[in-house]
């Protein structure tokens, strides 16, 4: 049995990243450090809760005493990191926050394992692994790039850095600590920067479940300037499974872009959501779901575009997309129509009573 210690996985990817590993029975084990902020949620682990090769922690990355002691306790042959504010938003609003998780929390995490795998054996036994088959997956995003005209093409990974608001900024920063531990300490590192994830488990402050949940509470569906905002959007499952594919056959101290090639515009995702939820749950006064947009004030620094070049780990890696937009879109939509409940217990204010009534977190 594997043995994977995986940062952040009470948050919307890095739940499904689990779910993901540990579909079908797979013979590995997965100790979920997760620190449970707002946007951290036991009930995206619900079913997982008798499974024995899932180990729930609640704790920092920042806090390099107890990684160091799951580390020495539970010697996983890699560590995958997701753990990151991640709300451009609230960045914007709260920058000290995402310094502190992204920038000083990778820090220490770094640090944690670069003591724990300098002291791995030469050769693997049952217990530990070796220093040769130990891998740290850093998972980041495109935001790191900056923002496309029209006209440019995709991000490439030797796309050069330009971030443009607080997030992306703490992301490129997080991006340039791994990328120096393994120059300068020969840390066996990968990194992934991925474009727009949607699907199950999405917290309701990002576009897609936003508008969802919205839609069906009759309030408006808020546009941030002219909506012509592009984005390309990757369905969350094909995301896993890239990832598992680098952290299984990645080059070392390499980066790879993980999209989905499907750009859209930001009114042009709604405009879909909404005509996929007057076929599903259309509303009762027969009214379409479109009618609820509204225009709000463009956000500050707001990139104009984004789009990935996924070519290099369709090529090196043998990793492509499963999922069409059209398809993991109406898979999304159903997903929140069926799981009425969950949305309920994140928006509701009530969370943590929810939580414990529901699930007996």
């Known amino acids: 049995m594997k043995t994977l210690l995986v940062t952040g996985c009470a948050g919307f ?30 009930a995206n682990l619900a079913s997982l809760q008798d499974d024995p090769r899932h180990v729930f922690v609640q704790g920092d990355i920042g806090d390099r005493a107890l990684v160091e002691r799951l ?28 310094i502190q ?19 791995l054996p030469d050769m693997a036994s049952d217990v530990r692994p070796s220093r040769a088959s130990f891998r740290f997956l850093h998972v980041s995003t495109d935001e790191v790039y900056g923002t496309l005209s029209p006209a440019d093409p995709p991000f490439a990974e030797t ?10 900024a703490s992301k490129a920063a997080s ?29 309701p402050e990002k576009l ?11 309030k408006p569906l808020p546009i941030y300037g002219d909506g012509q905002q592009v984005r390309d959007w990757l369905y969350v499952e094909d995301h896993c499974r890239a990832i598992l594919r680098v952290l299984e056959a990645g080059q070392l101290g390499e980066t790879y872009n993980i999209g989905g090639w499907n750009e859209k515009a930001n009114l042009d995702v709604v405009r879909t959501l909404c005509a996929i939820l007057d076929e599903l749950k259309p509303r009762a006064d027969g009214k379409p779901y479109a009618s609820q947009i509204t225009y709000v004030k463009d956000r ?37 129509l069926d799981h009425a409940d969950w949305v309920e217990g994140v928006t509701s204010g009530n969370y943590r009573h929810w939580l414990v009534k529901q699930y007996g977190a």
């Open 13 to 42: 990817i890095g739940s499904n990243f689990v779910h993901t590993l540990l579909a079908g029975g797979r013979d590995v084990k997965v100790v979920n450090l997760d620190k449970l902020t707002y946007a951290g949620n036991l």
């Open 71 to 98: 580390l020495q306790e539970h010697s996983p042959d890699a560590v995958v990191n997701f753990a990151a504010e991640s709300h451009v938003d609230r960045s914007i609003h709260g920058p000290g926050d995402f």
């Open 101 to 119: 998780t992204n920038v000083v929390g990778t820090f220490n995490l770094l640090e944690a394992v670069r003591a724990y795998w300098g002291a």
């Open 159 to 168: 796309h050069p850095y330009e971030p443009n608001s607080p997030y992306s």
């Open 175 to 203: 991006d340039h600590l791994v990328r120096a531990w393994h120059h300068t300490y020969g840390m066996p590192v990968l990194t992934t920067n991925c474009s727009n994830n949607y699907g199950p488990y999405h917290f």
């Open 208 to 218: 897609i479940p936003l508008v969802i949940h919205n839609a069906l509470a009759g």
């Open 300 to 336: 500050p620094g707001h990139d104009r575009r984004y789009a990935i070049d996924a070519r290099k780990i369709e090529r090196e890696l043998g990793w492509k997309p499963q999922e069409t937009f059209e398809t993991g879109i109406r898979k999304t939509v159903q997903w929140y």
